[in-house]
């Protein structure tokens, strides 16, 4: 069993940078693709970013250039740095994470999620 742990959350001005984690105790996530998602209240939940196995990493149109995703060498934290927050960019952030191994697409087959950290962009 995967259990993730977000972390970093909180309140930035318009324009600021905060970096969030996504951690697993005692266990490598080398082998997993690893996502961000986002939930603002109201909306429904959306992808902001992933990285696969292989390190190969996709973002969301409205994040592109200004978040940027990567783990650790231990493999075991994965960071969404964000730059240049906007109040749109509001929301609890979720990480998450497939089966070892998983070669479909970047939204789908997370099997195991943090519990989310609230990102908030106001002056």
């Known amino acids: 069993q995967v259990q993730l742990v977000n972390s970093g959350g909180g309140l930035v001005q318009p324009g600021g940078s905060l970096r969030i984690s996504c951690a697993a105790s005692r266990y490598t996530l080398e082998y997993h693709n690893i996502g961000w998602f986002r939930q603002a209240p109201g909306k429904e939940r959306e992808g902001v970013s992933c990285i696969s196995s292989n390190g190969t990493t996709w973002y969301a149109e409205s994040v592109k250039g200004r978040f940027t995703i990567s783990r650790d060498n231990a493999k075991t934290t994965v960071y969404l740095q964000m730059s240049n927050l906007k109040p749109e960019d509001t929301a609890v952030y979720y990480c998450?994470?497939?089966?070892?191994?998983?070669?479909?697409?970047?939204?789908?087959?997370?099997?195991?999620w943090g519990q989310g950290t609230q990102v908030t962009v106001s002056s």
């Open positions: 998450a994470a497939t089966a070892p191994y998983y070669n479909g697409s970047y939204l789908r087959g997370y099997d195991y």
